[in-house]
């Protein structure tokens, strides 16, 4: 199914038939551009652009319409970059009211291909709907739900697809968009869906309570509730159809073992180590392999030297059966924007919001580790937190989604501060946190009063629980500045981030006390045999500590693909957690709790993650952040 074919214009062959839509609305004959028109059709957008080129460069007086069509035929061949360049040579004032329109729509487009979603929403927004041409507006509302998507605004992606559906004509493409809305609705938080709900009429108020019913299914009473949805919404677009009949019996998830694989990592640029530590896992579960049954062959492709979307194609076209990669999120954004895909894709990283029949997205999210560590504060009995982390990007969006999954549940966030990672002393945050500062000035207003009264500085008495992220340097010191300000007796949680993956008890004691949740490659035991932590040494010594995850990753990424099929019903138990096929297909890590006990972490226990379904949330892509982070993102 294609959900997101987001940047594809239905543009005629016959350009100079007064049926053509768009740019090519009644543009003369020539032998290049019905050679170019073929190989668009065909879905050779890249061979394409040279004799659109060719056309654009000759002084005429449709070289502007031309240039539209070199940058509709680079945006479907994923050079979003190039087609910015010809966009910004274009004279407006030579075009027509409509194709000033349409050049609009293509700036939108860019936009969303280079992750610009606020530019994006702006563009489409300042467009007349009504002034679009038929296959204009079938690309402005799927870009405008994608781009609501990927902002996290999940609902107003949502009525953007309930809008597309008023005007599809293809059947087809209509049961496609059907599946986007329930697909995108089931991402959110059930009692942000209820709350919706309250304020919800017509179509979408039909649609909310559909995806509230289809999570009953293999219940004793679904067919009854979803018989009684039948009659409170029979003016509902789809209660006459048999789509909800269709949709029951495809739902099940189907995925075929490939006999080949293709890999489309970077060996160049900021990802590539961390690209070679996936490779190096991959391969390590690849070489230790037990099942003759299932050994495909592999084939690497460098992907910081071609275009993703040719990368793609090349791969498909050499016999790729299961493209493995991107690693970058701009590359896998692009990816799926430009190109139908005909091959899966197991992309090795997470884009909340971004969902596709043939993409599955597999990475080390800190969403699952800060759902489980908020599950697990709260499983501890704790309510009410506070959180600290560091000044940088990737500390604002921990303490987001942390605050996200807390609050889900019930929880209450009573205060965030951040620190400088770059300093030693974290004193100052602390206090504020602590609300000693507060404290302090209540003293100085009463010693105004009166001169000789005592006083002993109090950390506020509401707290529960702090959560902290940082890595071991940071989290060794904030622990002890914790304890001096009177916070010993408060339980703290930790991201994964404050151990390295080597024991090291001496300079570990500081963390004593800590609760994390972690990759049970680096906690367990159990997890022996030719791919533990232990027998691969030779393959992990030569990274640093940081790694040591995304090796484990490597590992997974190879073993899960034999299990796909049946991991939307059955957990596989790999070297980056319990992994489970979720909604969107996105594979979603259950970790290992521990505890820091005598400067060594302490195996708890595998946990639930109870909290609130937050896939909604919108992640900032940074390429300046280059450690685990980036792979984890």
Not at 222 to 238: C, G, R, T
Not at 404 to 432: H, R
């Amino acid at each position: 199914m294609k959900y997101y074919k987001f940047y594809i214009l239905v543009i005629s062959l016959s350009f100079i038939s007064s049926c053509a839509t768009g740019p090519g609305k009644n543009l003369p004959y020539s032998k290049d551009l019905e050679k170019a028109e073929q190989l668009m059709q065909s879905g050779n957008s890249k061979q394409a652009i040279p004799y659109y080129q060719r056309l654009a460069d000759q002084q005429s007086p449709y070289q502007e319409r031309y240039r539209l069509l070199v940058i509709d035929s680079l945006i479907k061949s994923g050079n979003s970059q190039d087609a910015l360049v010809y966009a910004n040579t274009i004279n407006q004032n030579q075009l027509l009211p409509q194709e000033r329109i349409h050049l609009k729509l293509l700036y939108a487009q860019i936009s969303l291909s280079s992750g610009d979603t606020e530019k994006a929403l702006a563009l489409l927004n300042s467009m007349p709907v009504q002034a679009l041409e038929y296959s204009e507006q079938l690309t402005y509302f799927r870009a405008k739900a994608f781009a609501y998507s990927l902002a996290g605004d999940l609902m107003a992606s949502t009525g953007e697809r309930i809008k597309l559906g008023q005007i599809i004509e293809d059947p087809q493409d209509q049961y496609e968009n059907n599946v986007a809305i329930l697909e995108t609705l089931s991402l959110m938080p059930s009692h942000e869906l209820q709350s919706s709900q309250e304020q919800a009429s017509g179509d979408l108020s039909g649609w909310i309570a559909l995806t509230g019913i289809l999570k009953l299914k293999g219940s004793s009473d679904f067919n009854a509730v979803l018989n009684e949805w039948y009659q409170m919404y029979p003016e509902h677009s789809v209660t006459n159809s048999a789509f909800v009949e269709t949709f029951l019996e495809s739902s099940h998830h189907v995925f075929q073992l490939p006999n080949s694989i293709a890999i489309l990592l970077p060996e160049s640029g900021p990802y590539a180590r961390a690209a070679q530590a996936v490779r190096e896992g991959f391969m390590a579960a690849y070489y230790h392999q037990q099942d003759d049954a299932f050994k495909p062959s592999i084939q690497f492709y460098d992907s910081a030297a071609s275009n993703i979307t040719a990368l793609y194609q090349q791969a498909v076209a050499e016999g790729a059966e299961l493209i493995i990669g991107p690693l970058n999120k701009d590359k896998i954004e692009t990816l799926i924007s430009t190109t139908d895909l005909t091959v899966p894709v197991l992309a090795l990283n997470h884009i909340p919001g971004l969902h596709h029949s043939m993409l599955y997205q597999f990475g080390l999210s800190p969403i699952d580790e800060a759902g489980q560590l908020a599950s697990k504060a709260w499983a501890d009995g704790h309510r009410r937190i506070l959180i600290l982390t560091s000044n940088s990007n990737y500390g604002r969006r921990i303490a987001q989604y942390f605050t996200k999954a807390w609050q889900g549940m019930g929880g209450v966030m009573l205060e965030a501060q951040t620190y400088d990672a770059k300093e030693t002393d974290y004193s100052k945050s602390i206090i504020a946190l602590l609300n000693i500062d507060e404290s302090e000035q209540r003293y100085k207003r009463i010693s105004s009063i009166i001169p000789r009264a005592k006083f002993t500085p109090r950390s506020r008495a509401d707290v529960d629980a702090i959560f902290i992220s940082g890595y071991p340097r940071a989290a060794r010191l904030i622990k002890p500045q914790l304890i001096f300000h009177r916070a010993k007796r408060v339980p703290v949680y930790a991201t994964s981030r404050l151990y390295n993956g080597r024991p090291n008890p001496g300079q570990d004691s500081d963390l004593n006390g800590i609760h994390f949740c972690d990759i049970p490659w680096l906690l367990n035991e159990d997890y022996e045999g030719e791919l533990s932590l232990s027998t691969l040494q030779n393959t992990w010594k030569q990274f640093p500590s940081i790694y040591l995850r995304v090796i484990a990753m490597g590992i997974d990424t190879y073993n899960i693909v034999a299990h796909l099929g049946q991991m939307d019903s059955t957990q596989y138990q790999g070297a980056t957690g319990n992994l489970l096929l979720t909604a969107g297909n996105r594979i979603k890590r259950q970790l290992m709790c521990a505890k820091f006990v005598e400067g060594m972490p302490q195996q708890a226990e595998f946990l639930e993650n109870t909290g609130a379904n937050y896939e909604g949330i919108g992640e900032i892509t940074e390429q300046s952040e280059l450690a685990v982070e980036d792979v984890e993102q």
